[in-house]
Structures are given as C-alpha cells and as structure tokens.
C-alpha cells in the first residue's frame, strides 16, 4: 500500500538577519468537496482496501482521495476499484470519474463515466452502487450492458461484481447483435413491470412466447 502524504498549511514566516525580511511561500490549503469544509486529510495518488470479516473484496486506487472524518465520508478523483471473490483472485475493474466511500459500512459509489470490465462483460452507467456485504452492483439510472458481441441497453441493472449475473432491473430492454458474433447473451436477464415478455435480455411488450 502506497505511503499517505499529509498536506498541511504552512504560515508565512518572515526572517531579519540584518536584511530585508523575505517571505517563505505559503502552501495552499487542498481543495474539498462543493458544500464541503477543507478536507481533514489528503492522500495523493492513494489506495483503499475493502474488506468483509478479514476478507479482501475490493481495492481502491485513486489520483486523490479526500477524508472528512466528521461527514465519515471518504471521496476519490479519477478512480480504479479492482473486485476481487473469496479466494482471492481479481474477478472485474471499474473505472470513473470519482467516487464516494461511505467508511462505516464500506458501500462505495461510483459517479461520471463508469465502466466495470469482467471476463465476458462490460457495464457502463453514469453512477453505480457497490455494497461489498452482498458483493453487489447496482444502478437505477440508464446502463448498457456489452456481452459477448451483444449490446443491451436499458433502466438500471443489479450484477455480482464477476458480472457473471446481470439483470436489466427496469425500463425497456434493445439487444444490438454482432454480425460476427452471433451469440444469445447469457446470463443477462431484461424485466419490465406491466406484463412485458423477456426474451434473451429484450423485453418485448406484447409479445407471445
């Protein structure tokens, strides 16, 4: 794990030694959060590890993170989040814009240009949801999904952080197929409240099986 730097702000000094008093240059508090008093620390260029009962379920590495320990909140700019299953072994990596940690309950959000990229699958939102209790991958806002060749596009979706089971959580579902990869896109389900047939990830109003 990277080492922390504290950023601090340094008082201008003045100095005589039979001279005229010259000034040291004063360090600029860190920037914080929009609503936000200053930061109480600021790591650059910093990792976070994730953990449930010892076990190590994700990590995060981000250009900066900023703690404010009273709103017991931890955010980070330009975030990489590695996922990671019990034994071990990294399963998928998302990437954003920045990201929130919550440190009580270690639920993470991620926001702005989201991508997480399994083995077989790739999500892509603009705010998801990371709760490492229940190793899960929420979103309520608009989600493309690629699979194996197939683009899916709908209202939120709900993902193990292997992205082996995806679901379409609302809103109607549009498979795109690749022409030279004809392949039903396994694993992701479509549903649409209302009565709405799924088919392969598309949800059809109306249709008949």
Same mark, same amino acid.
């Given at each position: ?11 201008? %000094?003045?100095? *005589?030694?039979?001279?005229? *008093? ?37 990590? +995060?590495?981000?250009? $900066? %993170?900023?703690?404010?320990? !009273? ?8 975030? @990489? ?12 990596? %998302? ?8 440190? =009580? ?7 702005? /240009? ?32 690629? @699979? $194996?060749?197939?683009? +899916?596009? !709908? @209202? ?6 292997? %992205?082996?089971?995806?679901? +379409? ?20 389900? *479509? ?5 709405? /047939? &799924? &088919? ?5 109003? !109306? =249709?008949?099986?």
């Amino acid at each position: 794990m990277r080492s922390l730097r504290f950023v601090a702000v340094v008082p201008a %000094l003045v100095f *005589a030694c039979g001279q005229d *008093a010259t000034p040291v240059r004063t360090v600029e508090p860190p920037t914080g959060r929009p609503g936000l008093p200053t930061p109480d620390q600021v790591v650059e260029d910093g990792t976070h590890v994730i953990t449930v009962e010892g076990v190590k379920k994700a990590e +995060i590495v981000a250009e $900066r %993170l900023l703690f404010y320990n !009273g709103e017991g909140r931890v955010y980070g700019d330009t975030i @990489q989040v590695r996922f990671f299953d019990d034994a071990g072994a990294p399963t998928s990596t %998302l990437t954003a814009r920045s990201g929130e940690l919550e440190q =009580a309950t270690q639920e993470m959000i991620a926001r702005e /240009n989201v991508v997480v990229r399994g083995r077989d699958a790739i999500i892509r939102t603009e705010e998801l949801h990371y709760d490492p209790t229940s190793d899960r991958l929420t979103s309520e806002g608009r989600t493309e999904i690629d @699979q $194996r060749g197939n683009v +899916i596009r !709908g @209202q939120g979706v709900v993902s193990d952080t292997a %992205l082996r089971d995806i679901r +379409i959580t609302g809103g109607s579902a549009v498979l795109r197929s690749d022409p030279e990869r004809q392949e039903r896109p396994a694993g992701v389900t *479509a549903t649409r409240a209302g009565g709405a /047939n &799924v &088919v392969f990830g598309v949800a059809t109003a !109306g =249709a008949r099986s």
